[in-house]
């Protein structure tokens, strides 16, 4: 699975953008594709999951403001990220594993977990 993410940019605090990430095929019934993000300096961190059958979780950080969401009729994973802040800034990475990757924190938290990754996008807020 080929995955390729878009939609980064720079938005100021408070705002919103939306990304995108496309995987080229999705080959098991079964999966979990999750989002990533890192900041300058700082180790790779989880955002969120979505499994195959559309359970999504979300790391503390950034519950009640990001959405995870995904399109299976065209392969397309989205990130919806409001009320933005400046701790937001950093790439963000899409990735693949699966379905039991997603079963709890433990697993999916962990990069290690996914063997299929995006080149990344990037998001800069500001003040």
Request: glycine share 12%; hydrophobic share 30%.
């Amino acid at each position: 699975v080929q995955l390729k993410e878009s939609g980064g940019g720079s938005a100021q605090a408070g705002g919103s953008l939306r990304l995108s990430c496309q995987a080229s095929e999705l080959m098991y019934e079964s999966y979990c594709l999750g989002w990533f993000r890192q900041a300058p300096g700082k180790e790779r961190e989880a955002v969120g999951t979505i499994e195959s059958f559309g359970t999504v979780r979300y790391a503390d950080s950034v519950t009640g403001r990001f959405t995870i969401s995904q399109d299976k009729t065209n392969n397309t994973l989205y990130l919806q990220m409001n009320s933005l802040k400046l701790e937001d800034s950093g790439t963000y990475y899409c990735a693949y594993s699966i379905r039991r990757m997603c079963s709890d924190y433990e697993r999916w938290a962990k990069s290690a977990n996914f063997g299929n990754w995006g080149q990344g996008t990037q998001v800069t807020v500001s003040s």
